[in-house]
């Protein structure tokens, strides 16, 4: 069974910068993957951020951004606000139509 | 203006069935494909199923937790994606989430607000 791991939680200041990473039971992660990261906010649904590694969607604030780093996908928030304060899952393509999501990584402001 | 809107939710018991829709508009909808996503209370984002676009044959993918029990259906003259859910398991509870997947680049981008299943007698 292939599992994506991701930090459990990280703490960051207000104004600070922050990588969330992103890995496969599998091996290292590529591009192949299309990596797709998320935000969910407390009774809110998921809002996509990232796809396919490191493309924005027209939503996505601009501090925000997505790569490979050290054979993981990453999230890297720079100069972190408040309202960043979230629950952030990616999302890893298998082929053959299978997803796989991370456990997600509970980001606090502090 | 993309919207997707899902219904059906509610308590049910185990080994029961229920029929979960996904109404969309503002985009094409044969033209992509749509995805079912579920998240147990407190717990994190599980990937359900995938039905392709018209235009790749509207076949299906499941993951191996609803395999043979779960199936998802589109009817493109209304615009909604469905998903049947039979022979329910008390750990199928969740909030059940449509999005909208573009397959070129596996971009999950519009979702639903969410519809919560209670599988419990």
């Known amino acids: 069974q292939t599992v994506v791991t991701q930090e459990p939680s990280l703490t960051v200041s207000p104004g600070g910068t922050v990588t969330l990473t992103c890995a496969s039971s599998t091996g290292a992660v590529t591009s192949n993957y299309f990596p797709n990261w998320f935000q969910q906010k407390p009774g809110q649904a998921p809002r996509a951020l990232i796809y396919s590694t490191n493309n924005k969607h027209s939503w996505t604030p601009a501090h925000f951004s997505g790569s490979l780093l050290g054979g993981k996908a990453a999230l890297t928030l720079s100069g972190v606000q408040p309202e960043d304060e979230a629950d952030y899952y990616c999302l890893l393509y298998y082929g053959g139509a299978q997803w796989v999501f991370g456990g997600g990584t509970k980001l606090t402001v502090l | 203006e993309v919207q997707l809107v899902e219904s059906g939710g509610g308590l049910v018991q185990p080994g029961r069935s229920l029929r979960l829709s996904c109404a969309t508009s503002?985009?094409?909808?044969?033209?992509?494909?749509m995805s079912w996503f579920r998240q147990a209370p407190g717990k994190g984002l599980e990937w359900v199923g995938f039905i392709r676009s018209n235009t790749h044959g509207g076949t299906t993918e499941y993951a191996a937790s609803v395999k043979g029990r779960f199936t998802i259906s589109r009817d493109s003259s209304k615009s909604i994606a469905y998903l049947q859910m039979n022979s329910l398991k008390t750990e199928d509870t969740a909030v059940y989430y449509c999005a909208r997947l573009i397959m070129i680049d596996q971009r999950a981008d519009y979702w639903g607000q969410g519809t919560l299943v209670t599988v419990s007698s």
């Open positions: 503002g985009f094409t909808f044969g033209d992509d494909g």
